[in-house]
């Protein structure tokens, strides 16, 4: 679990009985190995945007959150879908130096908002944690999603870090 002044971020993985575990918790994975169901939570000063209520296939949830993180930095509003459900994950850069992320789908609509060298930050340690795991658990997953890796290394660098 990453956390960086109020802002947690974590891995859950799905058991076939519908049970969340840490990922780093997780021993092993017997599931498909392209579609790994989980969740991600993600909370900032404790309110939620990201929970196990929006378990997905999370081997491509981190990805799609990745892809829409890197498209706000470059143009200011990044989306992505969720991979089975019509819920859509946005982030928007709110003036030099805060993002918001929004939920929304059917009921649900979260947000939240925070400083957005820590929410980077933040993000990317459990990002990078996750596709740490994934290939501990899934050997051979990471060359899938060499380019998301290489995407979050580079934060740091537009951090300053």
Same mark, same amino acid.
């Given at each position: 679990m990453s956390g960086f002044i109020g802002i947690e971020v974590d891995t859950l993985l799905r058991s076939p009985v519908g049970e969340f575990a840490r990922i780093a918790d997780v021993g092993s994975y017997s599931g498909d190995a392209s579609h790994v169901p989980g969740a991600i939570e993600l909370s900032v000063h404790g309110a939620v945007v990201l929970d196990r209520e929006?378990?997905?296939? +999370?081997?491509?949830l981190w990805p799609y959150v990745i892809q829409a993180i890197d498209e706000c930095l470059a143009f200011g509003l990044g989306e992505r879908y969720f991979p089975d459900?019509?819920?859509v994950f946005r982030v928007e850069r709110i003036g030099d130096r805060r993002l918001m992320f929004t939920v929304q789908g059917g009921a649900i609509d979260r947000m939240v908002a925070a400083d957005t060298a820590?929410?980077?930050? =933040? +993000?990317?340690?459990? =990002?990078?944690?996750?596709?740490d795991h994934l290939e501990r658990l899934v050997p051979g997953s990471e060359a899938t999603f060499v380019e998301e890796i290489a995407r979050v290394r580079s934060w740091a660098v537009q951090r300053g870090g």
């Open positions: 929006l378990w997905d296939d +999370v081997d491509w459900q019509p819920i820590e929410l980077l930050a =933040a +993000v990317a340690e459990a =990002a990078l944690d996750f596709f």
